[in-house]
């Protein structure tokens, strides 16, 4: 049962626009939320976080956007550049417990030039 | 941010030898490791988890005997996968909590090839 879901594998945008990746949970547990940045052969990087008492959070030019209540997250890309292009990990846990991060799938994210 | 740094980056062996891979957190204390491996073009796997001091806690499916896990500082965790085989070739990442964060830093990973 995969309890965090990112249901496009991939995603293509041109340079300059809005990359918008998508991500969905089902354990209404997870209170805190973290997005990843991985190249091949790399470990994960990681981008941003947001808590669920909060519903955005904003750096630079990534933007994560929480729904609680649809047990939604996204994150924001603007403008997108040529070096995004990587696989992009949606990962969630319990907070008060440092429990072990869910990851998951990931989508590949391409940026055209 | 913190930084995790793993040793070897990639290593090579024969069919049926143990290697040990080691994780570090460098600037900072991690009471709790993760272990996880990543086959290509899927995701990550976590295979275990590690407190200080402590067994490790394995993920369903996941060999205890076969992936030892070692914690024993707040910045040193190993692993070390014995009677290697070629189906045990992976990416094998480490990642670690800091008390003063809820973020999960990961390492930079360990290429694994079993001949």
């Known amino acids: 049962d995969q309890q965090v879901k990112q249901n496009s594998p991939s995603l293509s945008v041109q340079e300059g626009r809005i990359s918008i990746l998508n991500c969905d949970y089902t354990?209404?547990?997870?209170?805190?939320f973290l997005w990843y940045k991985k190249y091949p052969a790399e470990g994960p990087t990681f981008l941003i976080s947001?808590?669920?008492?909060?519903d955005k959070n904003e750096d630079g030019r990534f933007t994560v956007f929480l729904n609680k209540s649809a047990k939604h997250l996204s994150l924001h890309i603007v403008p997108s550049q040529p070096g995004d292009s990587a696989v992009y990990f949606c990962?969630?846990?319990?907070?008060?417990?440092?429990?072990?991060?869910?990851f998951g799938p990931g989508t590949s994210l391409s940026v055209i030039p | 941010g913190a930084v995790v740094s793993q040793h070897p980056s990639w290593v090579i062996c024969k069919s049926g030898t143990s290697v040990k891979i080691e994780c570090r957190s460098l600037?900072?204390?991690?009471?709790?490791m993760f272990w996880y491996r990543q086959f290509p073009k899927q995701s990550l796997m976590l295979m275990a988890t590690?407190?200080?001091?402590?067994?490790?806690?394995?993920e369903q499916g996941v060999e205890k005997d076969k992936f030892l896990i070692n914690h024993a500082s707040l910045t040193l965790s190993t692993l070390t996968v014995t009677s290697a085989h070629p189906e045990d070739s992976s990416f094998y990442i480490c990642?670690?909590?800091?008390?003063?964060?809820?973020?999960?830093?990961f390492g930079p990973g360990t290429r694994l090839t079993v001949l």
């Open positions: 990642s670690a909590d800091t008390s003063v964060t809820d973020t999960q830093y």
């Open positions: 354990n209404s547990m997870f209170d805190y």
């Open positions: 947001i808590s669920s008492i909060k």
């Open positions: 990962a969630a846990r319990k907070k008060t417990s440092y429990d072990k991060v869910i």
């Open positions: 600037d900072f204390q991690a009471t709790t």
């Open positions: 590690s407190n200080e001091g402590s067994k490790a806690t394995y």
